[in-house]
């Protein structure tokens, strides 16, 4: 009986190291880190330990999830992954939305976008689908007009209408916080708005609309996407404590999306 009961407690502890599963995810820093830290307290419970690793651009998240570096990322938009994939090959998928973070126009030098005057230099993003979207803002705002204003990868090249003469700089999306002394306005993603203690509710002089495509997503490598741990990662993520949580700490900053 003795021995019965020795090969039931190993059997047991077997199985409960298999149930455990470690995986990594990628994320940028701000508020993805932060909500995947509390993703993380949820998922353990359910027997799933997440290494959270940030990266401080959008390029490289994909590229480490695309190689098996790490199992998951957490920072992007969809038409962002879409671009990716296309224009890299990348064999990833989006398992679940997250959170909507509204794109806003940011200044030390104006108050609103009338104020710009002719020739007003405007940073915006230098990757296609946030330089698209950036833009997109600006036309939504009437300060410039584009033939197909449902193109989501419109350039400055694309704009017909630009009465202000607006110019435009592209730079790295992480970036834009410091080119603020720069330039008389920015358009800059909320994550990297924040890091640099620019809240879009209050500190943008123009933000995006709440019916926006952009909705942020999980993704996984295609061959992953059936894997349980994406299903326990995803119930984690899309959990009432989570919307709670973004709802509470980012006042308003962020949409929960799911």
Do not use: C
Not at 241 to 256: Q, S, V, Y
């Amino acid at each position: 009986m003795k021995r019965l009961l020795i090969a039931a407690a190993v059997a047991l502890a077997a199985a409960g190291s298999a149930l455990a599963e470690d995986i990594k995810i990628g994320v940028t820093p701000g508020e993805h880190a932060q909500i995947m830290e509390k993703v993380a307290e949820i998922a353990k419970t359910k027997g799933l330990n997440i290494e959270i690793l940030e990266f401080s651009d959008y390029v490289v998240p994909n590229q480490a999830l695309n190689d098996g570096d790490i199992q998951a990322n957490s920072f992007q938009h969809q038409p962002y992954l879409d671009n990716q994939i296309a224009d890299r090959k990348f064999d990833l998928v989006s398992v679940a939305k997250t959170i909507t973070t509204p794109m806003g126009v940011y200044s030390k030098k104006v108050k609103s976008l009338d104020e710009l005057k002719d020739g007003a230099s405007v940073a915006i993003p230098n990757d296609p689908t946030n330089g698209g979207r950036a833009l997109l803002v600006l036309a939504s705002k009437g300060l410039i007009k584009f033939k197909d204003d449902t193109n989501l990868k419109v350039t400055p090249a694309d704009i017909i209408e630009n009465p202000k003469n607006i110019e435009f700089s592209e730079l790295d999306a992480a970036q834009l916080p410091r080119s603020l002394d720069d330039v008389n306005a920015a358009v800059i993603n909320t994550n990297y708005a924040m890091e640099a203690g620019l809240h879009p509710k209050t500190d943008a002089i123009a933000i995006e609309g709440e019916k926006s495509p952009y909705a942020n997503v999980i993704a996984v490598r295609t061959a992953d996407k059936d894997q349980p741990w994406v299903k326990t990662l995803v119930e984690s993520y899309n959990n009432d404590t989570i919307r709670d949580f973004i709802n509470t700490e980012f006042k308003g900053a962020l949409i929960p999306s799911w």
